[in-house]
């Protein structure tokens, strides 16, 4: 993974096989069997890893509902246009002032329709401010709004004691500051709390290096390298990695900073449907037969990008598959671990240890501190080469500021946490009550009736709501009784698949379960949310492995 304008690149040639069916058919809450094709000896092997994984349909009346909602939102949203164009309803929005009337609109009226009458009606159910540590209990600020959702004003009253159903705190180590949080204090004095200055230049620390050389034993890789940022660590490295006349093949639903990654690397990007082996096998074995378009030259590099849990979907990438693919066509994996390291695996070393593989498997290991360690910042590790290649090109070693050192000691502490380097074994224990946690969670909102998305081992856990108003009724429901959650949708989910995303954690205790699940019960009955029928999929192309083709 050198110089992206270097020599050509192998892509590997295309042999005579027979299509190899990976057991993927029956979707909705089943076992399948995940192949590991390792190229050994010319035979297949397989894993007895069973995995299950559930996208249930939502009942037809539920869709017709949930289209007929957004109709309607829409027609009023137009009335309500034109009635602010004629002046009888007053325009809250950003507008051009009259003397730029003759300039280009900086603001476009369409594009932001939807945001101007749809997400204002239901705003208040986000960027709601918290005034604690993000713990399994937290403090909200409350507040309201007198015009409608464009402005707020805080009341002063604070809601104490919510349970915190939405943070990404999946081991529980973002909490109040005790005395296992000592060498954290003892940097901060040492060091302050900032580097001004960049890795290339004044900015590598003492701290950073021990990070670094923790990170690559944690993994079991040759070397890593820590950024300060985890969204730039994907955004800013892989640009450094592929350029024009490489190919990146990506994952029709990995997060938007390996999208932007790969738009600023300026390589040609395809897409797969999301965990399709045959929709990815296709694409590959396109890319070696028929070379860059044009010049049917071979790509200098094929690139292929996944998520170790997809943070929408709560599903775990199918590993062993894309390792197969990319050693059967001498391609490169570039694997994002934000959501899975930490989390993930008998010891959250993530999907590679999930699936019991050799990390060394992966070309490009990628992780986030923001989630499982309770800090901020993002890691790549691998192979020395890589790691001293990325060094030197890296744009965000080269021109973003350094990790703050108090951000890199809680970091070292959490893995030495994690790797029973403090002496205790409270890390392990602390990864096996999340699984234990999550497995719990999903059981039991299954058996109530709830469609719940993604693999049972995921601690992100999607509850599909489908129709806007009942995503407003169900968070503004659940703060009533002191649940804090997280609603998504439209665009980071299709239109008709708006859910509550609860993310477990280490630190809820069963206690706390219940009584989330209590609500979610009652909640459930309220507003009519307990649609799973136990029936296939309704996006069967995400799992069909029949049907690969990937729309226009």
Not at 39 to 44: A, E, F, I, L, Y
Not at 237 to 266: Q, Y
Not at 338 to 347: E, F, L, M, Q
Not at 367 to 380: D, E, H, L, N, R
Request: glycine share 8%; proline share 3%.
């Amino acid at each position: 993974m050198a110089n992206p304008g270097g020599g050509t690149v192998c892509n590997g040639k295309l042999h005579n096989h027979k299509k190899q069916s990976n057991g993927l058919q029956s979707r909705n809450c089943t076992k399948n069997g995940i192949v590991k094709e390792a190229q050994q000896n010319g035979r297949t092997h397989f894993y007895d890893k069973l995995i299950v994984e559930s996208f249930e349909e939502a009942p037809l009346h539920v869709m017709v509902f949930t289209y007929m909602g957004y109709g309607i939102g829409t027609l009023f949203g137009y009335l309500r246009d034109f009635m602010r164009n004629w002046g009888i309803e007053k325009c809250n929005a950003a507008v051009e002032r009259k003397e730029q009337r003759d300039f280009v609109p900086l603001y476009q009226d369409f594009e932001n329709f939807y945001t101007r009458n749809l997400y204002m009606r239901i705003r208040d159910n986000w960027n709601r401010p918290i005034c604690s540590a993000p713990g399994p209990l937290f403090d909200v600020m409350e507040r309201v709004s007198d015009d409608y959702n464009w402005t707020f004003r805080f009341t002063g009253r604070v809601i104490k004691d919510v349970i915190n159903m939405g943070s990404y705190n999946f081991l529980g180590l973002a909490a109040k500051y005790d005395e296992s949080m000592r060498t954290i204090k003892d940097v901060l004095e040492v060091y302050g709390t900032g580097v001004a200055s960049t890795r290339h230049e004044m900015g590598t620390l003492d701290k950073h290096k021990e990070l670094e050389d923790l990170v690559a034993k944690f993994l079991n890789v040759e070397a890593a390298m820590v950024f300060g940022m985890g969204f730039a660590t994907n955004s800013m490295n892989i640009p450094a990695l592929v350029g024009k006349g490489c190919l990146i093949l990506s994952d029709e639903l990995n997060h938007t900073s390996l999208v932007l990654g790969a738009r600023l690397s300026g390589a040609t990007i395809r897409i797969f449907k999301h965990n399709n082996t045959q929709s990815l096998e296709k694409l590959l074995r396109d890319a070696v037969i028929y070379g860059q378009p044009r010049t049917r030259r071979a790509w200098k590099k094929i690139l292929i990008l996944v998520e170790g849990v997809y943070s929408m979907e709560g599903s775990i990438v199918h590993l062993p598959q894309i390792i197969a693919l990319k050693k059967k066509y001498k391609a490169y994996l570039y694997i994002d671990e934000a959501h899975s390291i930490g989390a993930v695996g008998p010891t959250g070393r993530g999907v590679t240890e999930f699936f019991g593989l050799d990390p060394h498997e992966v070309d490009v290991l990628m992780g986030t501190f923001t989630k499982s360690f309770g800090a901020a910042g993002g890691y790549i590790a691998g192979r020395k080469d890589l790691v001293d290649y990325l060094r030197v090109h890296s744009h965000s070693a080269v021109y973003a500021s350094s990790m703050s050192p108090p951000i890199a000691e809680q970091i070292i502490r959490s893995l030495k946490h994690l790797m029973g380097m403090d002496g205790t074994t409270q890390g392990l224990q602390r990864v096996r009550q999340l699984a234990k946690n999550t497995r719990y969670f999903r059981q039991r909102l299954q058996e109530m009736g709830f469609i719940i998305y993604g693999n049972e081992n995921s601690p992100v856990v999607p509850l599909l709501l489908y129709m806007p108003g009942k995503v407003a009724a169900f968070a503004r429901h659940m703060l009533e009784k002191k649940i804090g959650v997280v609603v998504v949708g439209f665009p980071a989910t299709p239109l008709a698949e708006a859910r509550a995303r609860f993310c477990v954690s280490a630190a809820h205790t069963r206690e706390m379960l219940d009584t989330v699940l209590e609500a979610l019960d009652e909640m459930g009955d309220l507003l009519q949310l307990k649609y799973s029928r136990h029936k296939k999929s309704a996006r069967p192309e995400l799992y069909d492995e029949t049907s690969f083709e990937l729309e226009d």
